[in-house]
């Protein structure tokens, strides 16, 4: 089964707008991650976050985790149209080796 | 290589019929993934494999799905007798040896299995 559940499905914001996706997962973790995917192919690691870090930045992208609330955000500030894509969050059930994905978030910047 | 590479990209198969699908890790990557992801869905995963430790099946839909890695390096899956609810884009990703957990998978860009 699925560990991680992102929110909203979809989100269609405006170049230049800030974009805020959710991931709540069910069971103790070591990490969590966030990968980008264009267009149904390969994903694209953009940020790991550890069970014992609060919140990690990288350029544009802004990753909280609240292991008591089970969740974590992604922001990404001043969007642009090239961040289109779909967004994913990925657990590791305490199982270091493997990770389990969620369905995702669609997002669409608009021009 | 410098990237996880994955052939073929696309492939159209006849119910029924076996497929192999192939992925080649990045150099050095003791762990490889296989994942599954239909339309519209998120990962699934299948099968990991790690230096020369046992493979974790666990995630092996039925017993018509194989996989192997030969030499420690390029891995290859095989689907029996092809269903149509196999049909989804098939993904390869590949760690250093500490784990995805450290560093993150390095994906392939897949391969897209139609079953007709």
């Known amino acids: 089964s699925q560990q991680g559940e992102e929110d909203p499905q979809a989100l269609s914001i405006q170049e230049g707008e800030n974009a805020t996706m959710n991931c709540s997962y069910k069971t103790s973790i070591n990490n969590l991650q966030w990968y980008r995917q264009n267009s149904g192919r390969g994903l694209v690691h953009l940020i790991l976050?550890?069970?014992?870090?609060r919140e990690k930045h990288s350029g544009r992208l802004r990753v909280t985790l609240d292991t008591s609330k089970k969740s974590s955000s992604l922001l990404i500030t001043a969007s642009r149209a090239a961040d289109t894509a779909s967004y994913f969050c990925?657990?590791?059930?305490?199982?270091?080796?493997?990770?389990?994905f969620g369905s995702g978030t669609k997002l669409n910047v608009k021009p | 290589g410098a990237g996880v590479s994955q052939s073929p990209s696309n492939k159209v198969t006849e119910k029924g019929k076996d497929v192999e699908l192939r992925c080649d890790p990045i150099?050095?990557?003791?762990?490889l993934y296989w994942y599954r992801q239909s339309l519209g869905q998120g990962l699934e995963f299948l099968i990991y494999?790690?230096?020369?430790?046992?493979?974790?099946k666990s995630g092996l839909p039925s017993d018509r799905f194989s996989a192997e890695r030969t030499g420690g390096s390029v891995s290859t899956l095989t689907i029996q007798r092809t269903q149509q609810e196999d049909s989804a884009v098939y993904l390869c990703?590949?760690?250093?040896?500490?784990?995805?957990?450290?560093?993150?998978?390095?994906f392939g860009s897949g391969t897209r299995l139609t079953v007709v």
């Open positions: 990925a657990t590791d059930q305490y199982n270091f080796n493997k990770f389990y």
């Open positions: 990703a590949s760690s250093l040896a500490s784990g995805p957990g450290n560093y993150g998978y390095t």
């Open positions: 976050i550890r069970s014992n870090e």
């Open positions: 494999f790690q230096g020369n430790s046992a493979p974790d």
């Open positions: 150099s050095g990557h003791t762990a």
